[in-house]
């Protein structure tokens, strides 16, 4: 079946660092890839979307690759916050889809 | 702009019960899809409308169903409830129906089956 997968470990990192997150799909060619940003008790929120066609997208500190070959996108947020320890899913769509598939998230804490 | 709105935020309900769950998408979105999240995953689809039809289904029984009305708002269906329908139901809107527009999401209803 389709699958996004994300390391179900959390990952801590020091105040300033970068922070690397990484999105695998299985059975499956996304067009898009997406990434959305989810705090405790609230929904998800859009913050990347990148194209298969894409290497790489750049939004402020934040920024996404898309590589077919290894069928895999990688989440980076630099010079990291606290105030970006978060949940952060991955997910991906196809070009005439109605579908949107989600990872399980993984889990940030950024330690002052 | 007026962001996705669910009512009600926390419901507990008795397995076997009915429950219907509702959502306001934002201004300008055309397109709504329900989404529910058991505790520590991701979330997963149920189904699509698209201008007040169902327009695609996730992995999810008949007894879950949903309705799109005129001004876009949606609600969900849910009957004969059974436990591992406890979760986080999400609503989506976007302003088209492909795969490149982005899922503007609610805060979700926490369902609880007891």
């Known amino acids: 079946s389709q699958k996004i997968e994300q390391n179900s470990e959390a990952l801590n990192i020091q105040e300033g660092k970068t922070a690397t997150l990484t999105c695998n799909y299985t059975?499956?060619?996304?067009?898009?890839l997406q990434w959305y940003r989810q705090d405790p008790g609230r929904g998800p929120v859009f913050l990347l979307l990148?194209?298969?066609?894409?290497k790489e997208k750049r939004k402020e500190r934040l920024k996404v690759t898309f590589d077919t070959t290894l069928k895999q996108s990688l989440f980076h947020i630099t010079a990291s916050q606290p105030a970006d320890s978060a949940t952060y899913l991955c997910?991906?769509?196809?070009?005439?889809?109605?579908?949107?598939?989600f990872g399980a998230g993984t889990r940030l804490f950024v330690k002052a | 702009e007026t962001g996705v709105t669910q009512s009600p935020t926390h419901l507990i309900k008795t397995r076997g019960q009915q429950v219907t769950l509702r959502c306001s998408s934002q201004?300008?979105?055309?397109?709504v899809s329900w989404y529910q999240q058991a505790l520590g995953q991701g979330p997963q689809f149920i189904f699509q409308?698209?201008?007040?039809?169902?327009?695609g289904r996730g992995n999810f029984p008949p007894r879950f169903s949903g309705l799109q009305f005129p001004n876009y708002s949606s609600e969900l269906n849910v009957n004969a409830l059974e436990l591992d329908d406890s979760a986080l139901y999400l609503c989506?809107?976007?302003?088209?129906?492909?795969?490149?527009?982005?899922?503007?999401f609610g805060n979700g209803t926490r369902l609880t089956v007891t």
């Open positions: 990148i194209r298969e066609n894409e």
């Open positions: 997910a991906g769509s196809t070009r005439g889809g109605f579908k949107t598939i």
């Open positions: 059975n499956y060619s996304p067009a898009y």
């Open positions: 989506a809107s976007s302003s088209e129906d492909r795969g490149n527009s982005p899922l503007h």
């Open positions: 409308y698209y201008r007040e039809e169902e327009n």
């Open positions: 201004s300008g979105h055309n397109t």
